[in-house]
T-cell receptor
Framework: EAQVTQNPRYLITVTGKKLTVTCSQN?????MSWYRQDPGLGLRQIYY???????DKGDVPEGYKVSRKEKRNFPLILESPSPNQTSLYFC???????????????FGPGTRLTVL | LAKTTQPISMDSYEGQEVNITCSHN???????ITWYQQFPSQGPRFIIQ???TKVTNEVASLFIPADRKSSTLSLPRVSLSDTAVYYC????????????FGGGTRLMVKP
């Protein structure tokens, strides 16, 4: 089944304790992205990657890191989490073509993170 | 990025047709209009995309007038399972495939 998977789905942690949320897709998509969703603020893009070893900042990159060493994986790293990073996180992928047509993005199930 | 405006919420009844209108006055020539659906605690799901005139798929229709400053998502004969938040987005392909989600329209379908 074609899908985007995220792990863990739920995580409660404490301030300053490094964590990684994994994201994997099995559709051979070039493009992957991370979003966070907060009440009243909608979904905001954190980082995106157009291909292996190519990443760039989205709207709200502060406090986050990403890496794209393999095409299928795009982990989100919080080196020193803070309470304001408590949020619902979504990973997405799409077959970015670089051409004129927009490609739909496929979203993962979400990771609910609480930082105490 | 073109900003979108859509109603905060709408109510409907099962079996009715629902039309959700979105305005995007500052849409640019190379922008596409895209709609996503999101159920609680799930990731958004792509519904439909268009550039101009009318687009139809198995789920919905999208109507875009000639000036492209607005668009209407039409859901035929809604059911309870169509209760969700619907997002209208204007997407520029050269903007890193960035999706800017607004507040969306919360559709409540009643029996």
């Amino acid at each position: 089944e074609a899908q985007v998977t995220q792990n863990p789905r739920y995580l409660i942690t404490v301030t300053g304790k490094k964590l990684t949320v994994t994201c994997s897709q099995n559709m051979n998509h070039e493009y992957m992205s991370w979003y966070r969703q907060d009440p009243g603020l909608g979904l905001r893009q954190i980082y995106y990657s157009m291909n292996v070893e190519v990443t760039d900042k989205g709207d709200v990159p502060e406090g986050y890191k990403v890496s794209r060493k393999e095409k299928r994986n795009f982990p989100l790293i919080l080196e020193s989490p803070s309470p304001n990073q408590t949020s619902l996180y979504f990973c997405a992928s799409s077959p970015y073509s670089g051409g004129a047509n927009y490609n739909e993005q496929f979203f993962g199930p979400g990771t609910r993170l609480t930082v105490l | 990025l073109a900003k979108t405006t859509q109603p905060i919420s709408m109510d409907s009844y099962e079996g009715q047709e629902v039309n959700i209108t979105c305005s995007h006055n500052n849409i640019a020539t190379n922008d596409y209009i895209t709609w996503y659906q999101q159920f609680p605690s799930q990731g958004p799901r792509f519904i439909i995309q268009g550039y101009k005139t009318k687009v139809t798929n198995e789920v919905a229709s999208l109507f875009i007038p000639a000036d492209r400053k607005s668009s209407t998502l039409s859901l035929p004969r809604v059911s309870l399972s169509d209760t969700a938040v619907y997002y209208c987005l204007v997407v520029t392909n050269n903007a890193g495939n960035m999706l800017t989600f607004g507040g969306g329209t919360r559709l409540m379908v009643k029996p």
